[in-house]
């Protein structure tokens, strides 16, 4: 495959329409955005933007630099990291579904103020302007793009993108490679089923969301790490354990699966929720806890002793 290097970012020939421009190590807001050549005449289809200006003017120079006329985009979900770029963009088309337009309404740039240590640039929400229906084919010269819209998995709303005739499978953040998946806002049920609907489409290769393009052991991987913190969920829930003290029995008893590792608290904690934990659940403290913990058991000193002011206790699924 041909690679094309600059800095943390390489662009990827996965096929003969299809490249992938990955971020390694792929850890908060180094997603993945895929370009499709749609016919001979130089339309070009990114599946997600970059997270910050930079990156986005960047990409576009180079696509424009190789030849593209018209560059469409469509977002796999609503999150920055993946839609942000959507607005140095948007004299094309942005796809995506009516939910992720919606969301992306409602949370804004919240991101910009969740990673302050990464310089944005001008950041101008712009919310898909052509929206799809659950199951779309998008026709290109050579085959034609499926698009599957699934509800509550990484978030209310994932749609990932599959070209059939090269066998190649966007995921979005539904799957993962080397980098701790992250599903608080989400389902980890709904997760589960939709890696299963992906297999059967005994895709070749398989773009994640973050981290590095492989083939479909990146979705049993994302897969088995589900079905270890949705096994952890339940004997945690039926001891009337805490989420922060099966966040630490996880911890203990499994191997991680890459960077970022501070998602597994919030993992196990959507993980209470999707097993009907009592209690309201709330994404922004499940956030502040998230943070906590990475510093508590990732960064700080070392383990949180009991009885000392952990969440211990105040965490709710
Ligand atoms: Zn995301």
Known sequence: MNRVRDGGRSARRLSDHIFACQQLPGSWCQSNVGIVQLDEV???????????????????????GLGATSISVINTHFHGDHT?????????????????AELMEISGDDLVRRQPMIDFGDVRVTPPTRLVSPREHLPTDWGGLELNEFRHAHTASD????APA???????????????PFVLMGSILGSIESLEFL???????????????????????????????????????????????????FERGTVGVGVDPERNIANIARAFADLGADGD?????????????????HEGPGPIQEGSTSPEGTQQG
């Open 42 to 64: 130089g339309s070009v289809a990114l599946i997600d933007t970059f997270a910050t200006e930079s990156r986005n003017r960047q990409l576009r120079r180079a696509i424009e």
């Open 84 to 100: 942000f770029g959507n607005s140095i963009f948007e004299d094309g088309e942005i796809i995506g579904t009516q939910v992720t």
């Open 159 to 162: 749609l990932t993108v599959y």
């Open 166 to 180: 090269e066998g190649v499978v966007f995921t979005g953040d539904i799957a993962w490679n080397g980098v701790t």
């Open 199 to 249: 297999l059967e489409l005994h895709p070749e290769t398989v773009v994640p969301g973050h981290g590095a393009v492989g083939g479909p052991e990146i979705l049993r991987g994302t897969l088995g790490y589900l079905h270890d913190v949705l096994e952890y969920a339940e004997k945690g829930l039926s001891r009337g354990a805490s989420v922060w003290k099966t966040a630490e029995e």
């Open 281 to 297: 659940f709330d994404i922004v403290e499940n956030l502040a806890v998230m943070e906590t913990w990475k510093v508590r058991r």
